[in-house]
């Protein structure tokens, strides 16, 4: 008796704990923050714990399905393998060093270190605490299948505790009733998430959730990070409701053939019953919550439940649907319409509804980085990069630049094939299949109506996450990974088999007695290492945000920076393998390198600001300074002890940072900065900077000025034009560099964004394009090249980037500019011939034939472009002007002026 009280107390809590989580982890934004992860690893390793008891107590008696918590027991075995040292599992290297990619950087920056060190001093200086260099070399595990394994294991923290919750679940929530709770509970936090979506896109509300900043301007649930991951939150909700409209409560037990038969007749939705209050209330919920999912915007989740819903449905009726289904699903679909309208979303949710047509799904971008991760996939074939790392391992193999940075594949089945590789994958195809097949054996259980209802809503569930998760990784927010582990929780739960004596003596084997203990148990270890990783690294975050540097202008003092050193100090004492701590580490000893700058100049009577000691400005100093300039000012710096070991020390902890996570760009910048300080190339950190910095066109711009102030211009060329492919931010600045030195063709070619096509005009040493001159300006003709205009109008006809008839347009623009009339009349003629709607171009074209005399086909160009555009009134001055040119009284002169023009032809 006392057992079973304990047993009871136990079940309420760990429902408890479950609700509460499920809960907290969708209001904390989806439940992705460092502190959310935390505690939802801490609140399972509590109810997993509890399960573990519960199953020890109840093995006996009831038998949970155990393949598929096996399966994710397996997943969670293998991503943490991966993460490990090869050494310790082979005894010998049987994956890769993460540090290799940047050898090259690490060995370049230790030979500076080292050229360096001998003129360290062991004198006490000014700044004693910092007289030693404390930055020692980390140590790296030397080969691991995971190519950052921080990442992996932080990405296991919520894969721990999705499997400890679908555990949990199945074990607690063993009773009816407290799956009825459960559902109540998920279709509640629905329904506000629908309210609170509706109340930002009617009000413009800055906030999706109080307190949440909302930062996807119009776009409801962007709460989640990604706003597609709110909308497949609601997709239990509404299979829930679903489910409860098509298997109604049983009044009376099924004991014999008749009876459920009877039973079975209740359970279908559309007859007399349609209007009964409890359905009444079903459909609202319903038809709400379907608004909530099409003011998302989420096309997939749209598709993906409608999908599911008809199939699933169609599965429990073998039948055409019945009149009072139609009814319902009619008046349904007119509530849904009005919703969206009084919600002011009908016209952002009918131009979403456009982009279902076939053009806009197929030329969709995120179809376009499928290549980039397959090939991810097959560079990192057959054991995977490591969980959670596909955004390092796809910037490897991604060939064009993109204006953001692809941290998943939008395809979590290709996302998986590459972090998890062929065992992760078959893994994962493994449990769908079995979950799937789990569905529809709950459904076939004729005297369960609960259970069969499950296993629809199950299955609605199921089906529509594999369809969105072909186009999504919204499984990926922690927030919908617990939400659908407790659903498939409760499938395993609707499935356990309660066992009398007998059978229980029947079974063999110690595995099969104590299999769901094993299995818990190890869940349960699994569940309690993530929540320690997790603490430490909510502890290193706080030890970042607590020495920002961001909050220093000016030099700093010796007890400021040691203060900084020693609390960041004591986060590598907890989590020695975080490279963002050598980093910060690095930032703080650069700190005290500035203050020694400023303190030396200070001393030569200079007042030499903060700014000015950047390192992204002493990089650009030092190489543009003579060689002999260069040295002696490197020589005065390096005669300062403060100075030497501060620049010691923030290289030792860049090589740390790089050792740990190579692949992260601002690294590779860091260290082309100090560079010229140690007097070591930038090559090394050019060429490993170059894909990893294809998604932002700031750190493209800045790789391009590294390696053209380091004299390498086809580099630099190389990545500003990637630069300029997405983003023009940084044009003017490019084109002033390369002016004087790239040449004009390449310019033309590939440093001239297509938005900023009038720049062109600028390599002739034009400002503005100036139609009325009828001659070349002397002054800056007789600077340009002969040939200046073919090698301009070459560079873009090279050009894939941009229309024929802007090709055309901006030929004639040169040649104009350069007083060939002739080929400007050409080019404009084949631009208004391409793009015969365009009436600047034809207006152009106009002027052009008037400079060359030809008046009569200037009037019929410039009288169609009037008929065009018949409220610019440019086009009747230009008319005018002709007619003036034609007039008896200039026909002398007009004469004068053309002939020599068509003698010359």
């Known amino acids: 008796m006392q057992n079973r009280t304990a047993e009871r107390v136990i079940r309420v809590a760990g429902q408890a704990l479950i609700i509460t989580g499920l809960i907290y982890a969708i209001w904390s934004i989806g439940g992705v923050t460092t502190r959310a992860k935390y505690d939802m690893a801490v609140g399972s390793s509590i109810a997993m714990g509890l399960a573990t008891v519960l199953v020890f107590l109840n093995r006996n008696r009831r038998v949970v399905p155990l393949l598929i918590p096996s399966l994710g027991c397996l997943f969670i075995a293998y991503s943490g393998m991966q993460a490990l040292d090869q050494s310790l599992i082979f005894g010998d290297s049987k994956g890769v060093s993460q540090a290799s990619y940047a050898s090259d950087v690490i060995d370049t920056l230790e030979a500076g270190v080292a050229a360096k060190s001998h003129q360290l001093s062991s004198s006490a200086g000014t700044w004693g605490s910092l007289q030693q260099p404390n930055s020692g070399k980390v140590q790296v595990a030397s080969s691991t299948q995971s190519i950052i394994p921080q990442e992996t294991l932080a990405a296991m923290v919520p894969l721990c505790s999705a499997v400890a919750v679908m555990f949990c679940v199945a074990v607690f929530f063993e009773t009816e009733r407290s799956r009825q709770c459960l559902a109540a509970v998920v279709v509640a936090n629905a329904i506000a998430l629908v309210l609170w979506g509706f109340v930002q896109r009617s009000g413009n509300d800055a906030y999706i959730l109080p307190g949440v900043p909302h930062t996807v301007r119009s776009i409801p649930f962007a709460s989640f990070v990604y706003k597609n991951a709110g909308a497949a939150c609601l997709v239990p909700a509404l299979a829930i409701l679903v489910g409860y409209l098509f298997f109604r409560e049983s009044r009376r037990s099924s004991q014999n053939s008749q009876s459920s038969r009877l039973d079975r007749s209740r359970d279908g939705y559309g007859g007399n019953d349609v209007f009964e209050i409890s359905n009444l209330i079903k459909v609202s919920i319903l038809i709400l919550l379907v608004a909530g999912l099409a003011i998302s915007l989420c096309r997939g989740a749209w598709l993906s439940f409608a999908a599911a819903s008809i199939v699933a449905i ?45 053009d806009p799904v197929v030329h969709n971008s995120r179809f376009e980085r499928w290549p980039d991760g397959w090939r991810a996939a097959m560079e990192h074939f057959p054991m995977g990069a490591g969980y959670g790392t596909y955004g390092y391992a796809a910037l490897e193999t991604q060939r064009d630049a993109q204006a953001s940075w692809y941290t998943h594949a939008h395809n979590q089945y290709l996302e998986t094939f590459v972090e998890s590789g062929l065992i992760g994958t078959a893994v994962l195809v493994a449990a769908l299949i079995s979950l799937v097949t789990l569905c529809i054996r709950l459904q076939k259980r004729e005297h369960e109506s609960s259970t069969r209802r499950w296993g629809m809503i199950s299955l609605v569930v199921v089906i529509s996450a594999v369809i969105q998760s072909v186009v999504d990784f919204v499984i990926i927010i922690p927030a919908n990974f617990y939400l659908y582990a407790a659903i498939v929780g409760v499938v395993l739960a609707c499935a356990t088999k309660p066992l009398d004596l007998q059978q229980t003596k029947e079974r063999r084997g110690f595995f099969k007695t104590f299999g769901h203990t094993i299995a818990a148990s190890f869940v349960f270890v699994a569940v309690i ?143 082309a900065h100090l560079a010229p300080v140690l007097d070591v190339p930038t090559a090394p950190m050019v060429v490993a900077l170059s894909p990893l910095a294809n998604n932002d066109c700031d750190l493209l711009f800045e790789g391009g000025l590294i390696s053209f102030l380091s004299d390498d211009t086809d580099t630099a060329v190389s990545y500003w034009q990637r630069s300029l492919a997405f983003y023009d931010k940084h044009a003017d600045t490019i084109f002033r560099h390369a002016l004087d030195t790239i040449a004009p063709e390449i310019i033309a070619e590939k440093l001239i964004p297509k938005s900023r096509m009038f720049t062109v005009l600028r390599l002739l040493n034009v400002d503005q394009p100036d139609q009325s001159d009828d001659q070349p300006r002397s002054e800056w003709n007789q600077e340009l090249p002969n040939d200046i205009g073919d090698r301009l109008t070459a560079a873009l006809q090279r050009r894939t980037d941009i229309s024929d008839s802007s090709r055309f347009a901006w030929t004639g623009s040169i040649y104009s500019h350069l007083g060939n009339r002739d080929l400007a009349v050409e080019a404009w003629s084949q631009a208004v011939r391409i793009d015969r709607r365009n009436t600047s171009y034809r207006y152009q074209y106009a002027v052009e034939l008037r400079k060359i005399g030809q008046y009569q086909e200037a009037i019929n160009q410039a009288s169609l472009g009037a008929a065009m555009a018949d409220d610019d009134a440019q086009f009747q001055t230009l008319i005018r002007q002709l007619r003036r040119d034609i007039s008896p009284k200039s026909h002398v002169r007009s004469v004068s002026l053309a002939t020599p023009k068509r003698s010359s032809r």
């Open 314 to 358: 169609a599965y429990h009726q073998r039948k055409l649907p019945s009149k009072g289904q139609l009814i319902t699903a009619s008046i349904g679909l007119v509530a849904v319409v009005a919703l969206v309208w009084v919600g002011g979303a009908k016209r952002s949710t009918s131009d979403r509804m456009d982009d279902l047509a076939f």
């Open 529 to 671: 290492l993530s929540a320690r990783f997790a603490s430490q690294q909510q502890f290193a975050e706080l030890a970042l945000d607590a020495t920002k540097v961001s909050k220093v202008s000016g030099p700093a003092s010796e007890s400021e920076i040691v203060q900084a050193i020693a609390i960041i100090d004591a986060a590598i004492e907890r989590q020695p393998a975080k490279s963002e701590l050598y980093r910060r580490r690095s930032h703080w000893h650069l700190i005290a390198a500035r203050s020694a700058i400023c303190d030396l100049a200070q001393q030569s009577g200079m007042d030499l600001p903060w700014d000015a000691t950047h390192p992204e400005r002493l990089f650009v100093l030092l190489q543009t300074l003579s060689e002999e300039e260069r040295d002696g000012l490197l020589e005065e710096l390096w005669v300062d002890e403060r100075f030497r070991h501060s620049i010691v020390n923030t290289t030792r902890d860049l090589i740390n940072a790089l050792e740990l996570s190579p692949r992260i760009p601002g690294y590779h910048i860091s260290a």
